[in-house]
């Protein structure tokens, strides 16, 4: 089975924190990375390693991929990503039961 990895550092790249991805449905993979204080800058990149051990990065050519954590919507967001996150996992367990339905 192929290992996704979300990989954060909070010091420019002095540390970094691997976090697991879980393959939510198909090739979609969902991680999340901890709450930080307003105004953290937060790099990341994602890595892939599939049934063979090859690796891939996704690391915006090496200058990784910076959020810079924001006070006034912080909750909101996650509000909002939770919520688009259980519409999706909604609609696809819909969609499979629909079509295992057809089938038998």
Same mark, same amino acid.
């Given at each position: 089975?192929? @290992?996704? $990895?979300?990989? %954060?550092?909070?010091?420019? +790249? @002095?540390? /970094?924190?691997?976090?697991?991805?879980?393959?939510a449905?198909?090739?979609?993979?969902?991680?999340?990375?901890? +709450? =930080? *204080?307003?105004?953290?800058? !937060?790099?990341?990149?994602?890595?892939? %390693?599939?049934?063979?051990?090859? $690796?891939?990065?996704?690391?915006?050519?090496? @200058?990784?991929?910076?959020?810079?954590?924001?006070? *006034? =919507?912080? +909750? =909101?967001?996650? $509000? !909002? /990503?939770?919520?688009?996150?259980? !519409?999706?996992?909604?609609?696809?367990?819909?969609?499979? #039961? #629909?079509?295992?339905a057809? =089938?038998?």
């Amino acid at each position: 089975m192929p @290992e996704v $990895l979300l990989s %954060y550092t909070v010091d420019e +790249g @002095e540390t /970094w924190v691997n976090v697991t991805m879980d393959c939510a449905f198909g090739c979609t993979y969902v991680g999340a990375i901890p +709450g =930080f *204080e307003a105004g953290t800058h !937060v790099l990341y990149k994602i890595m892939a %390693y599939d049934r063979v051990n090859n $690796l891939a990065v996704a690391d915006n050519a090496g @200058e990784y991929y910076v959020c810079t954590v924001s006070p *006034e =919507f912080q +909750g =909101f967001v996650i $509000l !909002v /990503w939770m919520t688009v996150m259980l !519409v999706v996992v909604v609609l696809a367990k819909r969609r499979k #039961q #629909q079509y295992s339905a057809r =089938f038998t």
